[in-house]
Every structure is written in C-alpha cells, then in structure tokens.
C-alpha cells in the first residue's frame, strides 16, 4: 500500500519530504510488529538488543558503555534495561577484577535460551519480506545507509 494511502496525505512538498515521512513510518512499522512478536516473551524490543548484544560478546563480559554504543536506540537507558534483565535472570552483573570501578555484563545460559526462542520468531518477521529478491534487499539497506551518511 503506498504511503499516501496509509496515512491519509494527498501530496508532499517535495520527494526528499515523501522520503522522509516514509522512513520514519516503515520505521515505526517494523518497531510495532517487532514489539508485538516479542511481547509474549516478557521482553521489550531494547531489552532483546542488550542481549543480543550480550549474546555477541559471549563469552567475553561488556560494559555499558559498549552496550550503549552498540544499541539501535541509542536514547535508551541501558542501566535501565540491564537492571530489568539482572531482574528476570537474563544477565549478570559483577565488578570487573582487573578494574574495581568497573562493572562487567555477561549473558546468563536462561538469556541465550530466550535469544534462542526468539529466533525463529525475528526469523519469521525477516522471512515476510522475501517479497523483495536479494538484489533489492540490498539496495534498500545500501540507501538507508546512504540517507544516514
């Protein structure tokens, strides 16, 4: 369905304003069917990058300075999200014995259980644009990290 027809706008100033309006609403678009997939695993769409995150460094510990370097919502509070899954046993935290001042995160074996879970269902979501061939993929994620650069 065009852009147009989804959110009801006749036209747009400009292709660059089209362009931009349609970023942001495939954006949220994806964001919601992400949250949706992963809310009946108790988990928040930025909970499941910190661990994904974590689950990258495995078995080295992070910080949460790398976390938050690494995490697509860079607005997140990555404390805050590193405490919720400390909470719910998704995560460890420890004091990092070469630096006292230090804290270490590490992945626990129940947080790679649920990245394991959730998976199939990231997999599912990625498998509903195969619509799009290979070489179109591609040259849509080449222009988002155009309009970025």
Not at 7 to 32: A, E, L
Not at 44 to 62: E, T, W
Request: glycine letters at 4%.
């Amino acid at each position: 369905m065009k852009l147009e027809d989804e959110i009801k706008q006749k036209s747009f100033s400009s292709p660059y304003h089209r362009m931009v309006v349609n970023v942001m609403f495939t954006g949220n678009w994806v964001q919601k069917e992400l949250t949706a997939q992963l809310r009946p695993f108790g988990l928040s769409l930025q909970q499941h990058n910190v661990l994904s995150i974590l689950r990258g460094q495995h078995p080295n510990p992070s910080t949460l300075g790398l976390i938050q370097e690494r995490m697509l919502d860079r607005m997140s509070n990555a404390t805050r999200l590193v405490d919720k899954l400390l909470e719910k046993g998704y995560v460890d935290r420890c004091q990092c014995p070469e630096n006292r001042r230090k804290v270490d995160i590490v992945i626990t074996p129940a947080g790679l259980e649920l990245l394991q879970k959730t998976d199939s269902v990231l997999q599912q979501i990625t498998d509903r644009y195969a619509h799009l061939n290979a070489e179109e993929a591609t040259l849509l994620g080449n222009l988002l990290d155009k309009v970025r650069a």
